[in-house]
């Protein structure tokens, strides 16, 4: 089904749609956010009060359900992702859903199932596809400037946040129940999702993963290995409980290397032979607006195609459940 104009429904109208991705919906020429969901009443009214949203919902099946919303953002933690994507395949509506797709790679399928049986698209929400700074990275080694990729190294670690500390009150985040995992979960989801955009698909993936700190039951640090199915080879470190941050991704090559961070600002490097060029990029107001628009382009029949699918985000989920060893 093609749409004139996409109007779309946000169920979990939490943090991450204050500015993130929630106004990225009304910006997008051709899109229309006309319902919110939360399930606390007084806070999904406070949310469509402030957004100049036209309804709210304190039940998620009366969105899903409303005949005004043409596709839905599912923006709550990955324990109801499976859930909220199947009842609004089941209503025949397209599904943007946040990531980590799922708790795990079997809900994933689950997930892809039901869409496809459906006849609706399944995109998952790895913004980073859709923005300028990873586009010039992609277009770097499509014009071969490091020559053929030998390798890829990830490193990321970070300090221990005080609510991660707080074993009475831990965020969602560090509950396996509700997100699949710990930190490596949410965070080095990200890294892994921008390496299968730029590298291809990754075949085999082992790791290690265990609690160090003991503030939580989750992992806290992981190690792994993966090999890519072009045969590029790679290696990753996540902590989450070290001395200082530090977020490190280099691409190297047999005439060159690139290096990025994933979340941070530092300029995008090249290094060859040559020399060394680097290109810097502005954040978006909105992160998630560039791959909206990608989206709202595929489902108005405006042209392109979303590069962030469900199959794209259960490769993800298959990956880290790899390494953890589930």
């Not at 909220?84 to 946040?98: C, H, N, Q």
């Not at 998952?124 to 990729?149: M, P, S, T, W």
């Not at 890829?152 to 509950?175: G, I, N």
């Not at 070290?242 to 995008?268: C, H, L, M, Y």
Request: charged fraction near 25%.
């Amino acid at each position: 089904m093609t749409y004139d104009k996409v109007r779309w429904g946000i169920i979990g109208c939490g943090d991450v749609t204050e500015r993130k991705s929630g106004p990225a919906f009304q910006k997008v020429e051709y899109s229309e956010l006309v319902a919110v969901m939360r399930r606390t009443g007084k806070l999904a009214k406070d949310y469509a009060d402030r957004h100049g949203v036209p309804k709210w919902y304190d039940d998620a099946d009366e969105l899903i359900n409303d005949p005004e919303v043409d596709a839905v953002y599912i923006a709550t933690p990955p324990g109801s992702h499976m859930e909220y994507t199947l009842k609004a395949a089941a209503a025949g509506k397209p599904v943007y859903v946040e990531k980590p797709m799922a708790r795990n790679f079997k809900e994933c399928t689950e997930m892809l199932a039901a869409c496809k049986s459906a006849g609706v698209p399944l995109y998952a929400a790895y913004y980073r596809r859709g923005q300028e700074r990873f586009l010039k990275i992609k277009e770097l080694l499509d014009q071969n400037r490091i020559g053929d990729v030998r390798f890829v190294s990830s490193t990321q670690y970070q300090k221990a946040r005080d609510d991660v500390m707080d074993c009475d009150h831990l965020p969602w985040r560090v509950q396996p129940d509700v997100a699949g995992g710990g930190l490596f979960f949410d965070l080095a989801s990200h890294t892994l999702d921008i390496l299968d955009f730029l590298l291809g698909p990754i075949q085999e993936a082992k790791g290690f993963a265990s609690n160090q700190a003991g503030y939580y039951e989750a992992e806290d640090i992981v190690t792994a290995t993966y090999r890519f199915a072009s045969g590029v080879q790679g290696v990753g470190k996540w902590c989450f409980t070290a001395f200082e941050d530090v977020d490190r991704n280099e691409i190297v090559g047999s005439r060159g290397k690139i290096s990025f961070s994933t979340f941070g600002d530092d300029p995008v490097t090249l290094k060859t032979a040559e020399g060394q060029e680097q290109w810097s990029f502005e954040r978006p107001m909105h992160v998630h607006q560039p791959l909206v628009e990608t989206i709202v382009k595929e489902l108005t029949g405006g042209g392109g195609e979303c590069p962030s699918t469900g199959d794209s985000g259960a490769r993800t989920n298959w990956v880290m459940d790899s390494i953890v060893g589930k």
